[in-house]
């Protein structure tokens, strides 16, 4: 069946260093993947998206990449700061338009380190 | 324009209740979604709303219902509570399709259903 997995579920970094979340998706027909952010109090938060014909996007600090031949996903954000720690959710989904839906990851939790 | 609202944010129920949560979209927003958080299971898809019509379910029991409202205002219900219900319900909203691509889900903060 479909499933989103995380490696670990926490992760450590220095204020400044980049950081680098990784998400394991097993059903290959998933073509439309996501990262969310949540805070402590507050519902997932939209970063970044990706569609299956891209490996790569780019936004604000942070970058999103695809491998669709071993189905990995991964979020980097580089001058990680306090205000990045939360958790993260990868999600990922078949984009059939009115029947889409997501299904997301457990989750891993990034602490920043001052 | 302002984001998902939901209320309450906190909610204390006893088992064999029922509960009524309330999701208020975006403005403009037509598709309701709502999941269930545990810290055991994740973020888990209830179902979601589209112009009224329930268009996509996940794997919950029937004690798990929800509704939409012509203003796009959802709710839902949950009826014979059991201690596992406790969880953190969010809402989220887009303009079409829950997951669909280039289509931006935003979510409320959620309400916090604790059951004894």
């Known amino acids: 069946g479909e499933s989103v997995g995380l490696h670990l579920p926490t992760l450590s970094v220095q204020e400044g260093d980049n950081s680098i979340i990784n998400c394991a998706y097993s059903n290959s027909a998933s073509d439309y993947f996501i990262w969310y952010k949540q805070e402590s109090g507050k519902g997932p938060q939209f970063i970044i998206d990706i569609r299956s014909n891209m490996d790569k996007r780019q936004g604000q600090r942070v970058t999103v990449l695809l491998n669709k031949t071993v189905k990995h996903l991964s979020l980097q954000i580089a001058a990680t700061q306090p205000g990045d720690s939360a958790v993260y959710f990868c999600?990922?989904?078949?984009?059939?338009?009115?029947?889409?839906?997501?299904?997301f990851g457990k989750g891993i939790t990034l602490s920043v380190r001052p | 324009k302002a984001g998902v609202t939901q209320t309450p944010r906190y909610l204390i129920k006893t088992r064999g209740q029922q509960v009524t949560l309330s999701c208020s979209p975006i403005?403009?927003?037509?598709?309701v979604s709502w999941y269930q958080q545990t810290p055991g299971q994740g973020l888990q898809f209830l179902f979601e709303y589209f112009s009224e019509t329930q268009r996509n379910k996940g794997n919950f029991p029937g004690r798990f219902s929800g509704r939409q409202f012509s203003n796009s205002r959802s709710e839902m219900n949950v009826s014979t509570l059991e201690l596992g219900d406790s969880a953190l319900y969010l809402c989220?909203?887009?303009?079409?399709?829950?997951?669909?691509?280039?289509?931006?889900?935003?979510f409320g903060p959620g309400t916090r259903l604790t059951v004894l």
């Open positions: 403005s403009g927003h037509r598709s």
């Open positions: 999600a990922e989904t078949i984009n059939t338009g009115a029947n889409s839906k997501l299904t």
């Open positions: 989220a909203s887009s303009h079409w399709f829950s997951g669909g691509a280039g289509d931006t889900q935003y």
